[in-house]
């Protein structure tokens, strides 16, 4: 894997994942408690030997390129580095990143210096544990120019992805962007080509692409120099390079969830709390999920009913009823709290004494860090350094789908309340 060089995809405005992306982009979103949505793809390529890896982006970049110092310092003995690209404007150039396949065009000239012979590009924002190393080998033994991951879909799911279509040898030869009706029929395929067996090639007729791909490097050069009008790698590059070019599938069967959405960000949270065993696991010894160090104390439970939750460290509860929910880094949770169903990103400090509410000598009056006493949060997402105050009540009790009230500090989205970070909910608030 010496010779392959990985690109992260990170660069769209997260508009989707919006309130979680306002203050930072969508790879440096928190995810399972103490990870970052960017130590996925991060961790893959460590796992799989692939320690060349550059990060794309353009928007709220700061707090992500901030992680990603702190996370991963490789040896001075090895070439191994992870490192941010920005997108900038120069005098050849003076647009940001106009889509995929553009934002890894503005910077080829770097990538081309690499002695290499693959570049694999991955996306930013996906749950999913993969060795890359299958993946290459695979592309290599095919002779493949380029090698897309794909996985087996079934009707019901087929219409919301981008399908494909592969001939006796796993050669791509066609695409289709969420079919639907006899459009959808029409790019069913035998899957078992790609190694399913009958019954499973059966229930899943359809090959949707993942968002990875693996380039041979002067392949890749070509196709984004001879179109220039071409920003996206899903929707144009690769579709229209499959008249001329050696188009492979590589099947992945694995977990593997697009969290891209509110809802399915929420819902991927969630899931790794089902027993007795959760669709991904972050206990996987040989192929484990990195991320900062943070040097926090062990959490703390003090007289507290928890059930089917994760509790990450640093975490002080009192007193409190925890269940099917996800806490966060430092997350403190006062007396008669009753949480349900919902994800607590936590905060990046711990609040001195002095500065808590009922200080005589600084009159402080704002909530502390955390949730106050007495309080309820049902089906939420509370993002970090969030506030709220004593006898709240976080439950969407009007069952609204949809709601944007930034000047209180939520939204709501797919009926899930979303808490802004660093926000702050009085005392009494009844959401």
């Known amino acids: 894997m010496k010779r392959v060089l990985s690109i992260i995809l990170g660069g769209g405005a997260g508009t989707r994942l919006y309130p979680l992306t306002k203050l930072r982009a969508k790879p440096a979103v928190p995810i399972a408690g103490k990870y970052r949505l960017i130590d996925i793809p991060v961790s893959n390529c460590i796992n799989s030997s692939i320690y060349k890896i550059y990060v794309l982006t353009q928007y709220n970049s700061a707090s992500l390129n901030r992680h990603l110092t702190r996370a991963y310092n490789f040896s001075g003995f090895s070439e191994g580095f992870v490192e941010v690209l920005a997108a900038q404007q120069t005098p050849e150039n003076p647009n940001w990143?106009?889509?995929?396949?553009?934002?890894?065009?503005?910077?080829?000239?770097?990538?081309?210096e690499w002695d290499v012979d693959e570049i694999l590009i991955?996306?930013?924002?996906?749950?999913?544990?993969?060795?890359?190393?299958?993946?290459?080998?695979?592309?290599?033994?095919?002779?493949?120019?380029i090698t897309i991951s794909v996985v087996p879909m079934d009707q019901k799911r087929a219409s919301d992805f981008g399908l494909m279509k592969i001939d006796e040898h796993g050669r791509i030869t066609n695409f289709s962007e969420k079919p639907k009706g006899d459009a959808l029929k029409a790019m069913q395929v035998d899957t078992s080509v790609l190694g399913l067996s009958s019954t499973e090639a059966a229930q899943y007729?359809?090959?949707?692409?993942?968002?990875?791909?693996?380039?041979?490097?002067?392949v890749l050069k070509r196709l984004l120099q001879r179109?220039?009008?071409?920003?996206?790698?899903?929707?144009?590059?690769?579709?229209?390079?499959?008249?001329?070019?050696n188009l492979q599938a590589y099947l992945f069967t694995?977990?593997?969830?697009?969290?891209?959405?509110?809802?399915?960000?929420?819902?991927?949270?969630?899931?790794?709390?089902?027993?007795?065993r959760p669709p991904f696991?972050?206990?996987?010894?040989?192929?484990?999920?990195?991320?900062?160090?943070?040097?926090?104390?062990?959490?703390?439970?003090?007289?507290?009913?928890?059930?089917e939750s994760i509790i990450s460290e640093g975490c002080i509860l009192k007193n409190c009823s925890i269940n099917h929910s996800v806490l966060g880094v430092r997350s403190r949770v006062e007396s008669g709290c009753v949480i349900e169903d919902t994800l607590i990103m936590g905060a990046d400090y711990y609040q001195p004494l002095v500065e808590r509410p009922g200080d005589p000598v600084n009159n402080r009056d704002t909530p502390s860090l955390g949730i106050g006493p007495d309080s309820t949060v049902r089906r939420a997402i509370i993002d970090k350094n969030a506030r709220i105050?004593?006898?709240?009540?976080?439950?969407?009790?009007?069952?609204?789908?949809?709601?944007?009230?930034?000047?209180?500090?939520?939204?709501?989205?797919?009926?899930?309340?979303?808490?802004?970070?660093?926000?702050?909910?009085?005392?009494?608030?009844?959401?």
């Open 227 to 245: 179109s220039p009008e071409q920003t996206d790698f899903g929707k144009e590059i690769i579709p229209n390079a499959s008249a001329d070019h």
């Open 205 to 218: 007729p359809y090959i949707a692409s993942m968002g990875i791909y693996v380039f041979k490097k002067e």
């Open 122 to 145: 991955l996306s930013g924002d996906h749950l999913y544990r993969m060795d890359y190393g299958d993946f290459i080998q695979r592309h290599r033994e095919t002779g493949a120019d």
């Open 389 to 431: 105050g004593s006898n709240v009540r976080i439950i969407n009790k009007d069952n609204v789908e949809e709601a944007q009230r930034e000047d209180l500090g939520f939204y709501i989205r797919s009926g899930i309340v979303v808490v802004l970070k660093g926000a702050v909910i009085p005392d009494g608030t009844i959401i």
């Open 97 to 112: 990143f106009q889509g995929t396949a553009d934002a890894v065009r503005q910077y080829l000239w770097l990538f081309m």
């Open 281 to 307: 696991s972050f206990y996987d010894e040989k192929a484990p999920i990195y991320t900062r160090h943070r040097y926090l104390p062990p959490s703390k439970l003090l007289d507290c009913n928890v059930r």
């Open 254 to 276: 694995g977990y593997w969830e697009d969290i891209g959405t509110i809802e399915s960000f929420y819902l991927a949270n969630l899931a790794l709390t089902q027993q007795p």
